[in-house]
Structures are given as C-alpha cells and as structure tokens.
C-alpha cells in the first residue's frame, strides 16, 4: 500500500497597504519576521504577541494565529480584523493594512553564528557580555536589539545593543545582561565561564532609537536598560545633535552604579553649544551611607528637581525610556501628565524570561 505524503506547503505573498511592500512568507514562518527580513520597517517591540506594536489589520485571504490575540487585543479590534503579525502565519496570499511611519529605520535582519568573547562583570548582578560574530554587517541602530541563542539553553533571548554601532569594535557586539533569578539563559551565562561558546545572533530588530527633536532629551533608565538608553546618547553624541539632554538612571544602592567612565565621556563629546547631564537616583540607600547623591524614585526625582524647579518643561521635550515595567509605566504616566505627547515618547520594556 502507497501513503501519500500530502501536498507540500508553498509560501503566500503579503501585501502591505495595497501594494506599497509585497514580500513572501513561508509556512512556518510569521509575517513580522517575513517583512523584517525583507527590510520593511514593520512597527514591533517584543515579538512575542505581548506589547501590540505590530497589530495591522487583515483586509484579505487567511492566517493562522499561534496565540491568542484576545490578550493584546481588544473586542472592537477584533470585530475590526486586527491581527499580531509576529503571532500570524499566513495560510493564503494575504493583504494587510498597517502604519509604517515613513521615518523609521529599515534594516533587513540577518542571522549569524558567533562565539562568546569575553565577559566582564560590571555589578553584582549585570555582566557586559562581547560577542564575536563572523562577517558581521552591524547596519542597526543605536537602541536597537540582537536576539541571542545558545542550543543548550533553548529558546531565544532579546538584548540591546550597548554601544553606538560606531563604538563597537569590527565584528563585535556588546549587550549588557542582568541576572535573572531562575532565568535558563543566566544560568547559563552567569555559571561556568562561556568564553568561546557558539552563539546564535539574530539581528538587528526594535522600534526604539533616537528620533529628532528640538527639545530636550529626557531619559531613564534602570538595570541592563541603562543599554540601550547609553547607546543611543552615544549616537546622539557621535552626530552631535543640537539639544540638551538629560538621563537619570534608577537604581537601588551604591552596588548597582555603573557605566560612569562611559557617560562622562559622552558628556565630554557632546555637542559644546549645548548640555548633557546624568544623575544617578538610588532608592534603597542605607540612609546612613556616604552617598551624597540623589535619593528616592526616579520618576519623583525628576518632578521635584527638575519639573517643579522649571529645569523642564515636559510639554517640548522627547522621552526615552528603557528598563523594567514598573519603572517605564510610573515615568510615561508622569511625562504625560506634565503634557508630553504620547508620539513624543519611546521606550523599550525589558521583560524577564524568568517570570515567564
């Protein structure tokens, strides 16, 4: 008896905005990473179907979803065809609606093998972490991520750039990663030494990166997202923007301070007509320490020394916010409260895998 083996599956044409992009998917494949390959600057953040950034609408033919969307999406988004498109697979030729903001940096992303170069431990909970990678084309920008994977871990771990791409060294990456309790990959990397070990880079991928304005730079971060936040002063520091800047990094105790010599050289290098500076705010500081420095929650620093002595006015100013939830929610309710614009704020939400 002859068993057929069935129909092989064929990739399907995605259509984007009738026509503006039109690129292939194949069958075990999403259409974000389809288009993201293909250069198309597809709105996204954590394409894992949990932020909403690449909600589209599908005006035609079929997909299949891989979760649910009802988590993301609301019922009237649902009734109106609105899709995830990291969670969506097309089944048919499809055509979909979705903004693409005419601004956004496009870079179609590549995979790599590299190996683990060196590791640095910068506090007690946060490594700098150098990963070497073959014929790299580093064409991502400054805030952007690389995912990472490492075959005895398992799946893939999302990491900011650390460093302006011009900062790197050739064929180097450099994320900074913090210690996640029951965290497989920090296990991993925090265990024995992974120096010289295979490592899968899928890069570059993300919506944050700096946007031009005329107001003044204000940002925060906290943990590892002092990454991305530092990276993308850089760039604005290597192009030398013509603004002020300010970034107040939160953190718990004197233990968790780093990056020092790396942000007063960007003070050092920026643009002279104009001014950054950085404060480290601590909230968890033995009162009796020797830290003289600023105390309390980051979001309330910024309010009591900055907002209420007039340093800022929030209303022309452009945020970039990086670092755990709680942090980047408690400063976007602050920074529209005082009147920023919601399209003038731009953040990157660092989730822990090991609260998954």
Not at 24 to 43: S, W, Y
Not at 92 to 106: F, H, L, M, N
Not at 129 to 143: I, P, R
Not at 211 to 221: F, L, S
């Amino acid at each position: 008896m002859v068993f057929g083996l069935g129909k092989k599956k064929e990739p399907q044409e995605v259509s984007l905005n009738n026509d503006q992009y039109k690129f292939d998917v194949e069958p075990d494949q999403n259409i974000l990473d389809a288009a993201l390959k293909a250069g198309v600057a597809f709105p996204h953040d954590c394409r894992v179907g949990s932020c909403g950034s690449c909600a589209c609408k599908l005006t035609d033919g079929k997909i299949k979803a891989t979760a649910d969307f009802s988590y993301v999406l609301d019922g009237q988004q649902l009734d109106d065809g609105m899709i995830l498109a990291c969670q969506s697979r097309a089944t048919t030729p499809v055509s979909i609606d979705v903004a693409i903001d005419g601004d956004a940096k496009a870079s179609a992303t590549k995979n790599y093998m590299g190996r683990v170069k060196k590791v640095t431990s910068l506090t007690h909970d946060i490594i700098e972490l150098t990963v070497g990678v073959d014929g790299l084309e580093h064409n991502g920008a400054a805030g952007q991520y690389s995912e990472l994977l490492v075959k005895q871990v398992g799946s893939t771990r999302s990491y900011s750039f650390a460093k302006a791409p011009q900062n790197e060294n050739p064929d180097e990456l450099t994320f900074f990663i913090r210690n996640v309790p029951k965290g497989r990959f920090s296990r991993w990397l925090f265990g024995k030494d992974p120096t010289g070990q295979k490592i899968e880079v899928n890069t570059p991928y993300g919506s944050f990166y700096y946007r031009d304005g005329k107001g003044t730079m204000v940002c925060i971060a906290g943990g590892s997202g002092m990454s991305a936040v530092k990276a993308v002063l850089e760039q604005a520091a290597i192009d030398q923007v013509e603004r002020d800047a300010v970034f107040l990094f939160g953190a718990r105790t004197q233990e968790d301070i780093y990056s020092q010599a790396e942000l007063e050289e960007i003070q050092k290098k920026w643009n002279p007509n104009f001014k950054f500076e950085y404060v480290y705010v601590l909230n968890m500081e033995p009162e009796d320490s020797d830290w003289t420095g600023a105390r309390g929650m980051v979001t309330d620093f910024l309010k009591s020394d900055y907002i209420e002595k007039g340093k800022l006015n929030m209303k022309d100013c452009q945020g970039f916010l990086c670092g755990p939830p709680p942090m980047i929610d408690a400063a976007i309710k602050e920074f529209t409260a005082e009147g920023m614009p919601n399209e003038e704020i731009f953040f990157d939400k660092f989730l822990d895998s090991g609260s998954k």
